[in-house]
């Protein structure tokens, strides 16, 4: 530290305690999405927009099958206890470092009686039933674990058994347009509060729970007060991931329960965990390119994709990845390391040559780079956001553009939901 002056840490300093609050606006941007039921979804959708850290909220229909996904047919009496009828659903898109699935299941469950089976108040109907739709299995384990601390303060108040069912998501429809932001566009609207007004016990605000970091694969960043190392790492490198690991911060009085090795007196320490126990871990600052290389290490481990990102290898023709890939649903192929968006389905096309095929990039995604390996002169892309090689780029495209000619073990692909 001796070749940091004073005057320079003071100044870094104050830029990080100027900017503490921005942190959480600026940090990363994990947009990630769950759909409830819970009577009308018109003052679902509500609470929900009011609720911090959500994005979006859509009103609409899941979990049926065999009618028509619309308003007309679910509400038909002889639909009323169909058990095919669909549910009224919100579809809730959030940002996982403003708030958590915790925080919005405690949301859900305080905002209705979910005691009640088919029915919200007057409301009756399998459309109205308690419902929380799942991706994964660590969003069905955190759900049932609410539901079951749920269950258990309805108890004391003399509350029957939850109806709530929890399921894997398998379709969703929006609703009619009217529907959407109903409450807002009618501020008279009527839509009942059946709430049972048992809420959850509100920790202290210096509590931590680490329970999340005990469920699969995650990264902690251990931080502290004034650090500047810790800003410029914030800076340069976290504040642009966007990828499916998630990212944690926490000061070192925050660690309860996790299962580290590498000491925790020094910021910023990086660590790979998995279910809470660190499978390795970096003290101090990384730069982006030493990041990813990491990151790679650890989502990717010894495989042809980690070969390919960080040795400039290359997939095998028509490897399982290209058989997947080739043919998606509209959408967007993202690095799958940083999860910046990289090729748009709108222009793949077959080059019947084995490997993914585009015309264009993302705008400002890749970067361009000479190669002159194996006595060849290429241009070689690589991903602008975690230095990745993709593959190469080609002047023997269709109608004379290009031909990024891309390995498909190095993406990860996100359908358009707008589609």
């Not at 911060?249 to 910023?268: C, I, M, V």
């Not at 994709?305 to 960080?310: E, K, L, M, S």
Request: aromatic share 14%; hydrophobic share 30%; with cysteine.
């Amino acid at each position: 530290m001796q070749f940091v002056t004073k005057n320079y840490i003071g100044i870094l300093f104050s830029i990080f305690i100027f900017n503490s609050q921005v942190f959480a606006e600026n940090s990363t941007n994990h947009l990630k999405t769950i759909f409830f039921g819970a009577g009308c979804f018109w003052s679902v959708e509500k609470k929900f927009q009011e609720t911090f850290g959500v994005v979006s909220v859509e009103s609409g229909y899941a979990d049926g099958k065999n009618i028509e996904p619309s308003y007309k047919e679910i509400i038909k009496m002889e639909n009323r206890f169909n058990p095919d009828n669909y549910a009224e659903v919100v579809k809730v898109t959030y940002n996982s470092n403003k708030t958590s699935l915790e925080n919005l299941t405690k949301t859900f469950f305080e905002m209705h009686d979910p005691t009640q089976e088919n029915r919200q108040g007057n409301d009756i109907g399998v459309q109205y039933r308690s419902v929380i739709l799942t991706s994964s299995e660590e969003e069905t384990l955190i759900s049932n674990q609410i539901k079951e601390e749920y269950q258990n303060l309805l108890s004391k108040k003399g509350y029957g058994l939850i109806k709530t069912d929890i399921k894997e998501f398998t379709n969703f429809y929006l609703a009619e347009n009217y529907h959407q932001d109903y409450l807002k566009k009618n501020p008279d609207g009527y839509c009942p509060d059946y709430s049972t007004g048992v809420t959850f016990l509100k920790k202290p605000q210096n509590s931590i729970d680490n329970q999340k970091l005990l469920l699969g694969k995650k990264i902690l960043i251990l931080e502290a007060d004034g650090c500047p190392y810790c800003y410029k790492l914030r800076q340069d490198v976290l504040n642009s991931y966007q990828g499916s690991i998630e990212l944690h911060f926490r000061k070192s009085n925050e660690l309860q329960g996790l299962d580290l090795k590498t000491p925790t007196w020094a910021t910023p320490t990086i660590y790979f965990l998995e279910k809470g126990k660190e499978v390795f871990a970096y003290q101090g600052y990384l730069s982006k390119e030493k990041f990813y290389k990491s990151l790679g290490k650890f989502k990717l481990g010894k495989t042809e994709a980690y070969d390919v990102a960080f040795n400039q290898g290359t997939d095998p023709t028509y490897c399982k990845e290209y058989e997947l890939f080739k043919n998606t649903p509209d959408g967007v192929f993202i690095d799958k390391l940083s999860g910046a968006p990289l090729f748009s389905t709108k222009y793949r096309f077959n080059s019947k040559t084995g490997w993914l095929s585009f015309t264009e990039a993302v705008k400002d995604s890749v970067t361009e780079h000479m190669d002159y390996s194996y006595g060849m002169v290429r241009v070689e892309i690589r991903s602008k956001s975690s230095g990745i090689h993709l593959g190469h780029v080609f002047n023997d495209g269709p109608n004379g553009k290009p031909r990024y000619c891309i390995n498909a073990t190095v993406l990860e692909f996100v359908p358009n939901l707008d589609t």
